[in-house]
């Protein structure tokens, strides 16, 4: 099915542990996202990608890591979990970073830090 | 930075038509978009309008876009249950690679 998959859906950590949020896309996107949904919040951008070893910083890109090494791949590395860091994320893509016919969102990693 | 702003929550009757607006900020903004997202799941595009637009209708959906006021609005007509739901408006790219969302508006539907 096309589209962007996100992998685990669900996750728990403990307060230090690192991991990594899998996002994929086989619709050949240019662009790639990561976002955060908290209650109240709305989604605030962490990193994005406007291609194939080019990333940048978004609104909230503090304690994550990410790298573009494929077309297909955007994976988002938490370095050390903090409780602040529990939230819902989003991956995204777009055909074309001028964001030309919308966003594909993938369904989401529901991550919980203890 | 730039900003999207809509109503928190709107409520309506089964059958009645509904109408989601939003205000921006971003006067370079090229698209600007409509997703829907129902508990559990990732936003859904359900339709964008060009900034060259004022209207775009799309089945039960029509979008109208007034540039001069920044305001876009999303009216869904019938509303049925299974509408119930967040919309979020959303700009973008303009200047930058990057889209503004809003807040969402949660919208409920009663029978």
């Known amino acids: 099915n096309a589209g962007v998959t996100q992998t685990p859906k669900f996750q728990v950590l403990k307060t230090g542990q690192s991991m990594t949020l899998q996002c994929a896309q086989d619709m050949n996107h240019e662009y790639m996202s990561w976002y955060r949904q908290d209650p109240g919040m709305g989604l605030r951008l962490i990193h994005y990608?406007?291609?194939?070893?080019?990333?940048d910083q978004g609104e909230v890109p503090n304690g994550y890591n990410v790298s573009r090494s494929t077309t297909e791949d955007f994976p988002l590395r938490l370095l050390s979990a903090a409780p602040s860091q529990t939230s819902v994320y989003f991956c995204?893509?777009?055909?074309?970073?001028?964001?030309?016919?919308?966003?594909?969102f993938g369904s989401g990693t529901r991550l919980t830090v203890v | 930075g730039e900003d999207v702003e809509q109503s928190l929550f709107l409520s309506v009757r089964e059958g009645d038509s509904s109408v989601i607006n939003c205000t921006y900020t971003d006067s370079s903004s090229t698209y600007l978009y409509w997703y829907k997202q129902e508990p559990g799941a990732g936003l859904q595009l359900l339709t964008y309008i060009f900034s060259n637009m004022d209207m775009k209708q799309d089945q039960r959906l029509t979008v109208l876009l007034n540039k001069k006021d920044k305001h876009l609005s999303l009216r869904i007509a019938d509303t049925q249950t299974g509408d119930s739901a967040i919309y979020f408006c959303a700009t973008g790219p303009g200047g930058s690679y990057i889209p503004t969302f809003g807040r969402g508006t949660s919208l409920i539907v009663h029978p």
């Open positions: 995204a893509s777009s055909q074309e970073r001028t964001g030309a016919y919308g966003y594909t």
């Open positions: 990608s406007v291609g194939a070893g080019i990333t």
